[in-house]
């Protein structure tokens, strides 16, 4: 994607071996830029074929009755839909944007641990082909949930578990790469100057973000291999049999699976706080409060993980700590919402693409957050939890939260990347399309949830009919402008018109001061940090 | 790659590996908690029972209600010789339970019991229990257990019916048979 | 008219619009949480219109500054950058502010959870078990005589559900036998699971609980209003999580009285039948019906099961062969397989038609009688 052209006039090195040729330029690469794109690409591949379970599921659900699929299909598709966008389209998306940005944002020439970032990257297509092949297998791939809780995932599973249990175990690899890498690039190569608090935010994000990782996925490693040792070694971890306890499982995978939740929007929050104040023309507001609020909630991620397990048996005292706890996240994230808003109020803003898909970011991500806030309610929750109105937080959180922020990432972004501009007019339209798309697949899903649909049920009672109908046809709306999303990449890619360096007027940051597009070898002798290039 | 991002790197790289073994760790921690907190009605091990320490509260009667059941893939029979007792705090009491191996190879089997409410965990002991053990039965055996248990006199006022559930499991494929001590073996 | 009184008719009609919608909100049953029918389930929607309420006005103030400032500081309306980027006492307020408002919604929510926990004091105690992928309802009582136990299965008949027949009112919620409690009485469920994790829940009683293997869970309900109330299991437990409704039937006492005498009755009929013989034609209707609502489901109707990991039983070995094996088999399952042991499940005059009906049906014609001694010896000479 990148052109071999060499680095700006100012030195004279002779670095002329730009990339290699063809395929061997793709498996061998340790170019920043190149493991970003192939992140990137993979995201995008794995993000359509989840979307294509996704819309079987809701074809599926289009009405009462099983027209199209049976149940046990139907729980392979819920599953590995949920599988694949979590650990193959969000987190390798976050991946390839951090691998593309972070270098160029600190004004180091590439990341800490160029091979290892090779290795992080090839990892990932082996893992979710044999994640994707067990569905082809005797007995059907994993169907008890992404979240696979035992025994139903070990004593009652198929024989594919085995295969999912090393999938998850080299994507957890993957990551934990890939973080360290992440964490050792940023703490050691910033350009002189460039001191922690002059970081763009999207540095600071994937900071934490990379330490969270590193935190957790440890943790979903040592359960999977629990469930491999109660499934082929006789032990007892998750049977009673055995004395062991089912419970257990969703506390470790809850200690896991609650800071992963937070591990795919912080990235997001990231995104939104470069994008707006460039577009705002208007520095962002309270940077350092940001700055905590990110590392509050991180912190805080670590001690709210029994909330998905309210309805479990709890005692008392348990539920009145997680209840609690989960609430006060609701404030540092609300701090981060005023924030944003306070960049854009008595901005001069205009709106792009990228601010588009930024701005709702803001007003869906916190819809999202407000249903959060009401599932926090322990009392309330036995009502809601199970059912779909936690699917419509969850996907209110996701979608038009961390999809959109990659979205608006890929727009505002693509210009320097390849040095090309998107069609503005398209993109617009892509963004209705979306928009219109989310909100009409995922806001009807609140109301089947408080009407009592539960989660991964094939077919449904009378009275949730025709919120699943209207559901069913937004997701196709939603699917369909995604593919038209890709139409709009490829064109832009192919034909887009010439960008400039900076490309966005308000822009600020060190990417910005390169030319579009990026080089092939960037900041291989740091460059002088000024306070008009930090943050924004 | 420079020296400081190489001690960035060990530092992390021990990050994960202890988290790893931060997870195995979780597996007792939870065990420490369930018994603290009652969590999952696990009642503890065997008591001790001094009768001259144990005054018994004849002023107020607990009922304990006996639920027997059998895991799906186990064909034991299982039952209790009554449905539920009335005693008194402090009391030693004995109730016979009884499984029958109906099929044609010998079976062991393991009780899992869960009392309810699970605040009442911390007040209820059993001095001997089948559940302490595996119990190994021959084609056709059936075999009388007898469970003996107190009600601590320290149950909260409030609390007047308890509820003990035995899940029976096939434990057979986990336990040696070649070993005699397969039925002493603590669960 | 000036402009004051036309900005104050704008506003009236705002109000009026947002009130009419609030309202129509708030009544939409079908857009809203239910109320239910306890105290508990009342309190439990009262705590969730706060909270929505708290959150929909929050929303209001926070987006319409945003949609405001959208409006009126845009570029294209010449609109010039301010450059302020932080005032510590506003961050200092947007953190005060929000933590007050969530310190005051916990203390509603704490109460009502106290109030969920005090288990104590109850009528009756009922044992729910969750099967994959049915219920069983086991009434506990000292007195042995005065216990029993069924099962509650989802009836709504496959045409209705492959669309060859028009959806009934209840589809997917209605059961052959509910559960059935007395009114006003504190009734105590202890809910668990023979195989895989349920959720028993009742919306409309405001209590969902896990079902977990090896373990036993508390829930209970005080329902004052007699009626039929449904709900779904929670938790995915497998291919039919969506096929296994609760379905609870609250009754004047009187009536649950007498029903549950019939019960009792009905329990001690059932053991003297295991004494009787009966017909060929007989064991086969009693047969069919035991396996359509035990077995059906994975060895289907018709017989040809799924293939390896549910086989099937037309021409099958156990089928035709020795008839005190197939019996045996079904008595103790298949440890490591799906395969259940029905001897708990399934009375022995159950258990004689449903082995009997597959030894004679989908072209297998064994030329033995299963009865309900047959059962009972099998059993004993293993």
Known sequence: MSEVVEAHAGHDDHEHHGPAKGLARWLFTTNHKDIGTLYLWFSFTMFLIGGVMALIVRAELFEPGMQFVVPEFFNQMTTNHGLIMVFGAVMPAFVGLANWLVPMMIGAPDMALPRLNNLSFWILPFAFSIMISTLFMEGGGPNFGWTFYAPLSTTYAPDSVTYFIFAVHLMGASSIMGSINIIATILNMRAPGMTLMKMPLFVWTWLITAYLLIAVMPVLAGAVTMMLFDIHFGTSFFNAAGGGDPVMFQHIFWFFGHPEVYIMILPAFGIVSQIIPTFARKPLFGYDSMVYAVASIAFLSFIVWAHHMFTVGMPLAGQLFFMYATMLIAIPTGVKVFNWISTMWRGSMSFETPMLFAIAFVVLFTIGGFSGLMLAITPADYQYHDTYFVVAHFHYVLVPGAIFSIIAATYYWIPKWCGRMYDERLGKLHFWLSFIGVNVTFFPQHFSGLAGMPRRIPDYALQFADFNMLSSIGAFIFGFSQVFFLYIVIKTIRSGKPATDRVWEGAHGLEWTIPSPAPYHTFTHPPRITDAEAHS | ?187 | MNKHCTGIRRLRTAAGVMSMLASGLVAADELNMRVGVTDISRQVYDLHMLILWICVVIGAVVFGAMFWSIIHHRRSAGYQAAHFHENTRLEIAWTIVPTLILIAMCIPATRVLVAMYDTGGEDMTVEVRGYQWKWQYKYLDEDFDRTFSFFSTLTTPIEERHNLSAKGEHYLLEVDEPLRIPVNKKVRFLVTSEDVIHAWWVPDFGIKRDAVPGMLNELWAIVPEPGVYRGQCTELCGKDHGFMPVVVEVMPQADFDAWYASKLVAEQERQQLESMVFTHEELMTQGEAVYTKFCASCHQPNGQGVPPVFPSLVGSKVATGPRDDHIRLVLNGVTGTSMQAFSGQLSKAELAAVVHFERHSWGNNTDDLTQPVDVANAAASN
Not at chain 2, 8 to 15: P, S
Not at chain 2, 170 to 185: P, Q, R
Request: proline share 6%; net charge negative; charged share 20%.
């Open chain 2, 1 to 187: 790659m420079n020296q400081s991002s190489l001690r960035t790197v060990r530092k992390l790289i021990m990050l994960a590996l202890g988290m790893f073994g931060f997870a195995f760790a979780l597996v007792p921690l939870y065990d420490l908690l369930c018994e603290l907190t009652g969590l999952n009605g696990k009642t503890a091990g065997a008591y001790v029972y001094d009768p001259a320490r144990e005054s018994v509260d004849e002023t107020r009667t607990v009922r304990v209600i006996f639920i027997t059941n059998t895991n799906a893939d186990m064909p034991w029979k299982f039952w209790s010789e009554k449905g539920g007792v009335e005693v008194h705090p402090g009391e030693l009491h004995t109730v016979n339970f009884f499984v029958t191996n109906p099929t044609d190879k010998v079976m062991v089997g393991q009780a899992v019991p869960s009392l309810a409410p699970g605040l009442a965990v911390d007040y209820f002991h059993k001095t001997e229990c089948f559940c302490f053990e595996r119990q190994v039965l021959q084609p056709g055996e059936t075999m009388e257990m007898p469970m003996r248990f107190i009600v601590g006199s320290e149950l909260p006022g409030h609390v007047a019916s308890l509820n003990l559930s035995y899940s029976l499991f096939d434990v057979t494929d986990f336990v040696d048979l070649s070993t005699e001590d397969a039925a002493n073996n603590p669960s």
